[in-house]
DNA sequence: CAGGGCAGGATTGGCGACAATATCGTTGCC
DNA sequence: GGCAACGATATTGTCGCCAATCCTGCCCTG
């Protein structure tokens, strides 16, 4: 495995600990993180998850407040739509880029990772294709060769995976998404910048129209 | 001058000095900064500086190699460039969401700045140009009511600052970038969406092409 | 019976000291 | 004369303790 992992050098262990276990869900939102629970836990001092706390804290995973401690934070699904945006307009840039310098090797890689969704939506397998779907935004991110930005995508996304996730799980939500997963990859397997732009966009104005028919559900569900 | 809390809420004060001492230029690209200086520097205890430095190593400004310090980040052109265009279309987005939600107070306001943008490069006073330029910038982020967005754009900016104002500084620069930020400001303070993202995108296009002039130049007087 | 004040417990914040590690200068050897 | 190993120093990383702050439940009072 040559390269590059995603995240990987440098940053402190016990943070990725402690924001798999977020993501995951070991912890909801609103759940209070008490530091000496979280040390006893994962058996590492208060100190490490203390200033792992700080990090995710300035990630804007996890929510500070003086004196009283660190809770996972609620995203609100109106932020959840304004990350979405941001992310519509940075990854169609990505995309662009991707489709300018993209190498043959990369073109089967993207090509597998096609074949492979088409196999997941056909079998149903909901959650190994939102696997994929993760991986390709990644990827496609990764080949634009724009490092400083994947960071910040990747910070922004952290905030958003658990709409992310409950939307994927949404009945015919994939009939609709493959589709556009399928033009990005063509567009830029096909190295046609202004098609990989628009796709990419097309496709995350997509999830927000999505997010946008969630919350309003949601909202009224409450009632 | 009284206040610009731009990044006040919560965040450590001592964070903010050192960011402040760095972007001031008070520590050159590859200085080592070390904790103990810095403590007694600003009169805090090396914890503290500590926790700081962990933040402003996150935030890309300083570059943390473990157990070797902390030294300041030299962002190479090619990156500054990068970053540039991510704000070209992020800050395009933001135009397009201003121009929709723009008061007429805002609008007043954006109307002063207009003027006092005219009035400085008239009188060639280009730090005070500059100054008015990050103003603006950040203002129409905030205008468009995107926190989140608003918070990722900062990190990124404070990367790039020490490029952005060694161009602001060229001669001739402020004639061909003026226009351009007065058509931003007519198209939000005219309400109109389209236009508005187009001269957020013309603009740091032109910052783009100037970035990559200032590399060449650079480069060249190298060898 | 309701409201306000008060103590007890729990949790975080900060500080200092100690241990681990890298860097640099020196010395000795080939 | 150059190179390698070694020791001294400077700097970071981590741990444990104590003070500050906040929340909870109880008791006293009106």
């Known amino acids: 495995m040559s390269a590059a992992p995603s995240i990987p050098p440098g940053s ?31 058996s590492v001092s208060r100190g490490a998850v203390r200033s792992a706390l700080l990090q995710l804290g300035n990630e804007g995973l996890v929510e500070r407040i003086p004196n009283r401690g660190a809770r996972v934070r609620a995203v609100p699904p109106a932020e959840a739509i304004e990350i979405t945006e941001v992310r519509m307009v940075v990854e169609g840039l990505c995309a662009a880029k991707a489709a300018q310098r993209v190498t043959d090797a990369e ?8 074949a492979e969704m088409i196999a997941a939506v056909e079998a149903g397998e909901v959650v190994i294709y939102s696997r994929l779907n993760n991986r390709l935004h990644r990827r496609l991110v990764e080949l634009s060769g724009q490092a400083t930005t994947g960071g ?5 996304r952290g905030q ?8 994927a799980l949404q009945p015919g939500r994939p009939a609709v998404s493959l589709p556009e997963h399928l033009a990005i990859i063509d567009a830029v397997c096909g190295r046609d910048p202004v098609a990989a732009e628009q796709a990419a966009r097309g496709h995350l104005g997509s999830v927000i129209h999505a997010l946008r028919m969630s919350a309003d559900t949601a909202s009224s569900r409450a009632s």
Chains 1, 2 share one sequence.
Not at 152 to 156: D, P, S, T, V, Y
């Open 152 to 156: 910040a995508l990747e910070r922004l």
């Open 12 to 42: 402190d262990p016990v943070v990725e600990v402690i924001r798999a276990a977020i993501v995951r869900g070991d912890h909801v939102p609103d759940q209070r993180l008490v530091e000496v629970d979280l040390a006893e836990r994962f």
């Open 107 to 114: 073109i089967a890689e993207l090509r597998e990772i096609r």
């Open 160 to 167: 958003s995976v658990r709409h992310q996730f409950r939307l």
